[in-house]
């Protein structure tokens, strides 16, 4: 089983629609959760971070981690042709050996306009 | 936040060749990691690169195969060495640039044939 487990899609949406990615793990030393952006022949980029459990949001983008069920997501709401990407779930523990980030294989979301 | 140059962008290699990746950041820092991204794959931890020691290797990562220089808190290399088709990939590089803060380097696109 891998630590980390993200549905690859991919997944094509309306310009305006609601988009839900998620992540799933196993490793419960794991308290820091974030979410990368990716575009075509870049580099990932930091888009939202939470610590622990709990909602976040910025913008059109909410994060949520639930602990308990080791299942983290993303929201993004009205969705635009630029949000089309490949979105990577990490995560990394609290220090020594869990400092490692782990990444989940990417969503790969297009926004049809 | 912190700006990583990697270069090349991109390259396609005989195979039994070297290619030696560089990165540069903008600041310095402590900790480099280089990742290899393969299609549908996660990004795998090849190595963590901290400046005034040898470089820590992942499970499956041998410095004979992939040497890291670290010289200062702003520059890292990584060789991939005696080329072979299965070592065509994205090799990226990263630094840590606060608490959540990860970035990512580009990215060079490797093509081995």
């Known amino acids: 089983q891998k630590e980390v487990e993200q549905d690859p899609g991919p997944l094509s949406v309306p310009e305006g629609a609601i988009v839900s990615l998620n992540c799933t793990y196993s490793?419960?030393?794991?308290?820091?959760f974030m979410w990368y952006r990716q575009y075509s022949r870049k580099g990932p980029e930091l888009l939202m971070y939470?610590?622990?459990?709990g909602n976040k949001e910025d913008g059109r983008f909410t994060a949520q981690v639930d602990k308990s069920s080791k299942y983290i997501s993303l929201f993004i709401r009205d969705s635009q042709p630029s949000d089309s990407a490949t979105y990577l779930c990490?995560?990394?523990?609290?220090?020594?050996?869990?400092?490692?980030?782990?990444f989940g294989t990417g969503t790969l979301l297009a926004v049809q306009p | 936040s912190a700006v990583i140059s990697q270069k090349p962008s991109r390259d396609i290699c005989q195979r039994g060749t070297s290619l030696t990746i560089q990165c540069q950041v903008d600041s310095q820092v402590t900790m480099m990691f280089w990742y290899r991204q393969q299609p549908g794959q996660s990004l795998t931890l090849i190595a963590t690169?901290?400046?005034?020691?040898?470089?820590?290797?992942e499970s499956g990562f041998v410095i004979d195969k992939f040497p890291i220089s670290r010289p200062n808190l702003t520059f890292s290399t990584l060789t991939v060495s005696n080329m072979s088709p299965e070592d065509s990939s994205i090799y990226l590089c990263s630094a840590v640039t606060g608490t959540y803060g990860y970035t990512f380097g580009s990215g060079t696109r490797l093509t081995v044939v």
């Open positions: 490793n419960s030393a794991f308290q820091y």
């Open positions: 939470t610590y622990s459990s």
């Open positions: 990490a995560m990394r523990g609290d220090g020594g050996a869990t400092n490692k980030l782990i």
């Open positions: 690169a901290n400046q005034g020691s040898e470089a820590t290797y």
